[in-house]
């Protein structure tokens, strides 16, 4: 679907989230309302801001929170810039096949100056469409061959969202302490549950990061991964959830697009952090936070820079520090006393860079540290040289897409199904 699969083959319900609002229905849709009120010069599409359209290819609706998420950063970038809603053409609900390639070259025929895809699967059709209008703009999210295709009006995009997964970690951790101090679990039982989508370097990273932050403040804890091999499939998460739990998990996370594990743990009243978007309203009494993702200070950067004409970035990745990355409202009435304080100290520290969630002293490989596995098994590590120094994994920087494909100490991943 969205996210990425692997080191070179890179690689990420609805409910409320923290950033933007609205709603979209049909498969292509053209809105009008007030006019686009700024009047910035812009090289790229010729005039000013009132001149330029937007269009976007979405794989699903603002009924899957992944794709909600960017919806609203959609409706954010319009009211940052002063578009109107008749500036942007929305499709939704396309397909990872053929129907991408013609949702982008109708697009590009209707005039939009900027085209984004927000699935992985879309990257294949959208750098064919990029080549047969090499004056069109095209953004693809999650992707990673942008680099790579020689062209430069194809760009790929994503978010350090590796910081939102280690900060919701550290509230997860927190929850735990909670449940050994209170003795409803001893520390050796604090054995945590991950539903992920595929064994990709997306779904790997992210359930890596949570771990560090859980690790960083209950040092006693594990985790087993379970995979759905689905993006989307509430039936399945609740059932993989639920196989976690009787296997003696005592927190659920996910890196899945449904509220189905959400569901489980409010049945169970096994506590849980999401994905996406707020997981409270399905578990009021079992959602801790979300690990989530704020999308506009991209969509805003990448249309501003065709309004003003100057060049979009072949690989974008931001996190806490532009305001990409955040973690859905505590939900006070499950986590522990002082996650707020902490949670605030922990995303302060990575505003300010003074924490890296892959500091390699946090982690080990079969307890080898990856700088001694680097240099004694070449075969094997060798290309990792490239992703690891001054001490930690820089994730998100030598692409936009997740590279972390480690398995690290201390998580069991299970066979996928």
């Known amino acids: ?18 950033v933007g609002c609205g709603s979209k229905t049909s498969n292509d849709t053209a809105k009008s309302d007030t006019e686009a009120s700024s009047t910035e010069e812009s090289a790229s599409t010729g005039g000013t801001s009132s001149d330029i359209k937007v269009g976007v290819i979405y794989i699903g609706d603002e009924n899957e929170g992944y794709t909600e998420a960017h919806m609203k950063g959609i409706d954010e970038m319009k009211e940052a810039l002063g578009l109107s809603d008749a500036q942007v053409v929305e499709k939704t609900n396309i397909p990872e096949d053929e129907t991408c390639y013609d949702a982008a070259i109708d697009l590009a025929e209707q005039g939009c100056n900027i085209i984004f895809g927000n699935s992985f699967g879309f990257e294949d059709y959208m750098l064919q469409a990029a080549g047969e ?10 992707g990673y061959q942008a680099a790579g295709s020689g062209l430069t009006n194809m760009h790929n995009y994503f978010t350090a969202v590796y910081q939102s997964r280690y900060v919701s970690g550290v509230v997860a951790g927190l929850k735990l302490n909670e449940m050994i101090e209170k003795g409803t679990i001893t520390a050796d039982q604090a054995k945590m549950g991950y539903v992920g989508a595929y064994p990709y370097a997306e779904v790997i990273s992210g359930y890596t990061s949570f771990y560090l932050g859980v690790k960083s403040v209950c040092p006693s804890a594990t985790m087993e991964v379970q995979y759905t091999n689905s993006w989307s499939n509430m ?7 639920e196989a976690l739990i009787a296997d003696g998990c005592v927190l659920i996370s996910q890196h899945a697009d449904t509220t189905g594990a959400a569901t489980a743990c409010e049945a169970k009243g096994v506590p849980m952090v999401g994905y996406n978007v707020d997981m409270t309203s399905t578990a009021p009494n079992s959602a801790l936070t979300s690990a989530s993702i704020n999308w506009g200070p991209y969509y805003t950067y990448a249309v501003k820079s065709v309004i003003d004409g100057t060049a979009i970035d072949t690989d974008w990745s931001k996190g806490y520090e532009s305001g990409a990355d955040c973690i859905t409202p505590l939900n006070e009435k499950a986590v522990a006393a002082g996650t707020a304080d902490k949670v605030k100290e922990v995303e302060d520290a990575l505003k300010a860079g003074t924490l890296n969630v892959f500091d390699t002293s946090t982690f080990t490989i079969n ?32 692409s936009s897409a997740p590279s972390f494909d480690l398995k690290i100490d201390g998580i069991k991943e299970l066979t996928a199904n």
Request: net charge negative; with cysteine.
């Open 1 to 18: 679907m969205k996210k990425a699969i692997g080191l070179f083959l890179v690689l990420t319900m609805s409910v409320s989230m923290m």
């Open 133 to 142: 209008y090499p004056e069109i703009q095209f953004c693809h999210a999650t």
């Open 235 to 241: 039936s399945l998460e609740k059932e993989t959830a």
């Open 367 to 398: 307890g080898s540290s990856i700088e001694d596995l680097i240099k004694s098994d070449e075969a094997n590590f060798g290309k990792y040289a490239a992703y690891v120094s001054d001490g930690f994994f820089h994730e998100s920087v030598v």
